[in-house]
């Protein structure tokens, strides 16, 4: 998914995250000369995109949405600012932090987090088990499920690489799909078209309990476009299904920043880059005290 781009082992920053408050956070993280690394999808900020118009943005009065966005895209770009295609699937607190994806992993002294709201629910049961037997890498923790039996939930085409590479060592691999073509799965995958109801299990994932049948498995991964905050990192805390910040947009793990949709309401433009950029100015004095202390 990154394609040619070229990982280094540590950056100061990290900023998960290609929407407004992603975007605003990696253009100050840039003036202030900061060595980050701006992670996002292959489409930032679908929901402004399909925005009829903009009528609240600062400046710019009766502005459609994908206009607005392409002025936030040409800002990046005549700054010289790479958007990294590159989902990642978890951050282990430091410091520094551990940003790990299902091809590459490196490390960075402060993380911004910009991931917007998720669309999709948790799954009863997700959160219970997560770590023991439910996972969102199956290339990662694919060898503990050799000879095994995994269901892997997918909400895009992307999930399909992973279930193809899981079929070369697992047991049975069942496919559960919320999207709508499906590409080229490997024939020892079985298909399922149903709804999902729960991951059941009293200490590991048992069986995924569908709407008209039950999967008897030992692990369910579920590979999402846009990963829930509180599932990246653990023990973050949360307020009502919003990353809890103060008023510096810290979290309650040191070094690490949230800004936009994320932090909850009000969903509006001008919040998000608003936040964006203030978290970025903390991160950048957070990362100046460290390295003092360094020296």
Known sequence: MSGDFKFKSHYELAIVGCGPAGMAAAINARIRKKDFIFLGSEFCSPKLAKAPQVDNFLGFPEIEGEELRQRFLNHL????IEIVPWK?????????????????????????????????????????????????????????????????????????????????????????????EIGNLDERIVLKKDKIKEIAGSDHVEKLVLGQEE??????????????????????????????????????????????DCTGQPYQLLKAAGEGATAALYAVKYLDALKEKKN
């Open 77 to 80: 770009k005549q700054m010289e």
């Open 215 to 260: 999967l008897t498995v030992d692990g369910v991964f579920l590979l999402r476009d846009n990963m829930p905050a509180e599932q990246l990192i653990p023990d973050l805390k949360m307020d009502n299904g919003s990353v809890l910040v103060d008023h510096h947009l810290e979290t309650n793990i040191p070094g690490l920043f949230a800004a936009g």
């Open 88 to 180: 990642v699937n978890n951050i282990y607190p430091g410091p520094p932090f551990t940003l790990i994806g299902s091809d590459q992993a490196f490390e960075a002294d402060a993380v911004i987090l910009a991931t917007g709201v998720s669309a999709q629910k948790l799954v009863p049961g997700e959160s219970e088990l997560l770590g023991r037997g439910v996972g969102y890498c199956a290339t990662c923790d694919g060898p503990l499920y050799k000879g095994r039996s995994v269901a892997i939930i997918a909400y895009d085409k992307e999930a399909e690489a992973e279930a193809n590479y899981m079929a070369e060592i697992c047991s049975a691999v069942y496919y559960i799909p919320f999207y709508k």
